[in-house]
Structure formats: C-alpha cells, structure tokens
C-alpha cells in the first residue's frame, strides 16, 4: 500500500521544479507559522467540466485540460508527465461530488482530493491497473508513518463509465459513497484517526491529478501500490472529469489557522462575502434588450424625453449651422464675385495694354471692335 503518494507527488514536482506556478499558500505551511488566510467557497456550486474552467475559480498549476462535450481530459502525453488542477477555493466541511471515468493503465493514478494547506487530506484515487475498483483515503496533517489507512471499492468499469464519487465530511465523520451507496465511514474519533488527532480538520481545497507512481524515483512500496512500472509505450493516459458539485458548510469570507495546532476548533471564520461565491453567482452579461426592460416604465420615459430633448438641441444646432452656413456661403460668393470683378478689370487692362503694346510690331492684328 502506498505512503501518501500526494505527499510524495509534491515533493516530486518540487524536484522537478514544477513548483513556480503555485501559489503562496502552497508553500506556507500554517502549522510553522502565519500564513495567508484560505478564500472560502461559502456557497455549493456544480462545476460542469464541459467548457473551459473559470480561472479566478481554478488553476491549472501543471499540464493542460482538454475540454470535450463529455467533460474535461486530463492527460499524460509524455514520458514522466502529470497534470494538476487546484481550486483556489476552500471548503471547511462540506461535500465533494466528482463524476469521473480514470486513466487506465499500470504505474498511472487519477485523483480528486481535498487537501489542506497543512496536508489534511481526503482521497479518491484510482489505480490504473484495476479498472473495476476506486480507493478511499485520508491523511491527518500529512502523517504517512503508516499506509492503513486505504479502502478499496468495487466500481464497475470506473475507466468508462462515469460515477457517481462522494465524499461527505463534517466534524464527526468522513464518508465515501459511490452513485448513492455509502461505502465507508470513518468517525472523528477512533484509532486510525489517532481519536481525531490525525482526523482531516481544516479548510481544504479540490484538486484534480493524474501522475505516474509507476516510476523508479518513487518508493518500492509506490510502485507495487500502483501495480508495477508504467508502459510508457500506452501513452496517452487520460482520465475524464464531467463535473465537480462542491458545498461548503461553513460561510464567510476566508478562513485564518489561529495558533499552530491544526485543529478545526483553531480555524477562524472571518466573516464578509466570499470573492468565490460572488463570481460564482454573478449575473451573466445582460443584452441590451435586457438591460432596456430592467429599467422600467418610469426610466423609459426619462429616456425617450432625454432623447427627444437632445434630438431637440440636435436639431436647433444643425438650424444655426445651416443658417451660418448659407450667410458664409453668400459672404462666400460675395467676395468671390468681388475677386472675379476684380480679375476681370485686370484681364481688360491687360489686354488693353497687351493691344497697345503690340499695336506696332502685328500689323495684322486687327484690334476686335
Ligand atoms: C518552518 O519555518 C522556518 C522559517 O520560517 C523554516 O526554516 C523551516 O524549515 C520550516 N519548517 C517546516 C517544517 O516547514
Ligand atoms: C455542459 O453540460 C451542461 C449540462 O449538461 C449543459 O447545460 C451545457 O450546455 C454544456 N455546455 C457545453 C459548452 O457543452
Ligand atoms: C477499460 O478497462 C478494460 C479492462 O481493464 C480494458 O480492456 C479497456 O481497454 C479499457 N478501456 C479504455 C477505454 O481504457
Ligand atoms: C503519525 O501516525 C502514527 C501512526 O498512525 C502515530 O504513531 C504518530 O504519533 C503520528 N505522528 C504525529 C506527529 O501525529
Ligand atoms: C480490482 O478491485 C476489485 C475491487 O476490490 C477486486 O474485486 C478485483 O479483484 C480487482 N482486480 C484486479 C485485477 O486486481
Ligand atoms: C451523488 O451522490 C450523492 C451521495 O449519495 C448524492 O447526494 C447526490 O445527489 C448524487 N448526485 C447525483 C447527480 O445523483
Ligand atoms: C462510528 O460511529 C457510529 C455512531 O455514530 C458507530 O455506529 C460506528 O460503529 C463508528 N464506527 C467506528 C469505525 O468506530
Ligand atoms: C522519468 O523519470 C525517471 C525517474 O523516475 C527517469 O529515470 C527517466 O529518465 C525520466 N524520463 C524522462 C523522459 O524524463
Ligand atoms: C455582501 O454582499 C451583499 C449582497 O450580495 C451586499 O449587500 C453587501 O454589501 C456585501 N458586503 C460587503 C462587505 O461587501
């Protein structure tokens, strides 16, 4: 079985210097010190995975999705590739509800997990290798001494069907249930949890992996986890995310460890209106027509007088502009036709004096009556 293999996966991505797109809460651990506060999702919401995800919501930190009709793809395309999806959300309690077809293939995992920036963690994984099973998992502040913790679950042909994954996660209790049969149960206080010592307790983000554990810089204990080394003659390796339904039972704006116990009686709720839930719930962009009609009646005649008042001073401008127009264009004329006089009187002069210049030198010329 294996040692958390999340724990592991950060600590390979590090290695492999994939770590520049996280975020600072990713490397702030809460129980070492101050760290950033947790934006809270404060609302449910059902995230359909079929068009691009909305980036102030998700964060594609590794690797790319490819959106189709059917849900999002996520990828292994080359040798040693993973990709990660983190919501830049966090849930204190709540529920999770993936729908999800995994990546078949041995040595390859697909994931949705809630984890926490002090590495609470409650899994779904999938191992390649078994087509027909899913694994349940939890770590407590991200204790991997011992791997007892796993369960495995009968899901039919889970590589290309779509079920239906939920986790179910308060104070008291952590349940797993697939397409509406809860299959595990795992109370706050009993042994594995360390009677709620190592219970997963604080606000805990979504995030969405596939990666290879079937690779030699992973553990021997990894390796047999993930049922042997990946044949990475397969490639691609895809899993198919359709749809996430998230609900938070808590509501504010963000959640602050207070002191460094890591217990849920040690989060703080700040209170205000969560950034997550007001873009989830912001109104899409209206259309004129639409923006026309939630004006009402009243609006509607200040609009039309506005517009006849402006068609008014519209058309009083043009008026004087006409008016303006035409005197200039008599001024206009009036000038021009002084000029032509002008030029006129000056071509008689000139040709008088060209006649009489010429009068003695063209004796042909007869001077035109
Ligand atoms: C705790 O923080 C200090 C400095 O802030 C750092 O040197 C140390 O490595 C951290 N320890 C852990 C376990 O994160
Ligand atoms: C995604 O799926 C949802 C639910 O079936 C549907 O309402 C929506 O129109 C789909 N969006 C796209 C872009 O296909
Ligand atoms: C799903 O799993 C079965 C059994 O392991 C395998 O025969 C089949 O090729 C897989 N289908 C896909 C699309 O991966
Ligand atoms: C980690 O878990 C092991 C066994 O589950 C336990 O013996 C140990 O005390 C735990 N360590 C911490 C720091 O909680
Ligand atoms: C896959 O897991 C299921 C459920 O635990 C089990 O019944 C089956 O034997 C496993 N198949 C393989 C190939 O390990
Ligand atoms: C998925 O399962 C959960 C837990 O049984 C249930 O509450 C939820 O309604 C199910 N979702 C759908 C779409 O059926
Ligand atoms: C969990 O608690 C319930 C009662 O709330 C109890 O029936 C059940 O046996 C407990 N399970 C374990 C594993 O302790
Ligand atoms: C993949 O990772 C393994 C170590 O686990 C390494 O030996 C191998 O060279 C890597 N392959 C590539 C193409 O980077
Ligand atoms: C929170 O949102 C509500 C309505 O959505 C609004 O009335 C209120 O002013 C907002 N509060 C803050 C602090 O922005």
Known sequence: ?????????????????????????????PLNGTCPADAALSTEATFWFNSTLND????????EADYTSEGAEFSIKAENGSTLLVSNFYIFFGVMEVHAKMATGRGIISSVILQSDDKDEIDW????YNTSAVQSDFFGKGNTT??????????????TTFH???????????????DGDLRRTVNYSEALTLYGKNYPQTPSRVKVAIWPVGIASESVGNIEWGGGL??????PFTMTVQRIRVKDFSSGKEYEYEGTSGSYDSIKIVSGNSTASEEIHKAPAKTLAEKWADLGEG????????????????????????????????L?????????????????????????ANWGTRQSYQKVP
């Open 146 to 159: 011992t791997s007892d913790r796993g369960g495995i679950h009968y899901a039919a042909d889970a590589n």
């Open 230 to 235: 990946v044949n990475w003659d397969d490639l």
């Open 332 to 356: 206009q004329r009036a000038l021009d036709d002084a000029s032509n006089g002008q030029e006129l009187k000056n071509l008689e002069q000139y040709q008088a004096q060209w006649g009489q």
């Open 164 to 178: 239906n994954y939920t986790t179910y996660w308060d104070e008291e209790r952590l349940e797993w249930w697939i």
């Open 125 to 128: 994984e999938w191992v390649g």
């Open 56 to 63: 102030k919501l998700w964060d594609m930190q590794t690797g």
């Open 299 to 330: 609006a509607h005649i200040g609009v039309y007088c506005g517009a006849a008042a402006a068609g008014g001073i519209l058309v009083a401008v043009f008026s004087w502009w006409c008016i303006r127009q035409r005197r200039q264009g008599r």
């Open 1 to 29: 079985m294996a040692s958390s293999p999340f724990y592991t996966l950060f600590f390979l991505l590090v290695l492999l210097g994939f770590s520049a797109a996280e975020s600072a809460t990713d490397d702030c651990d």
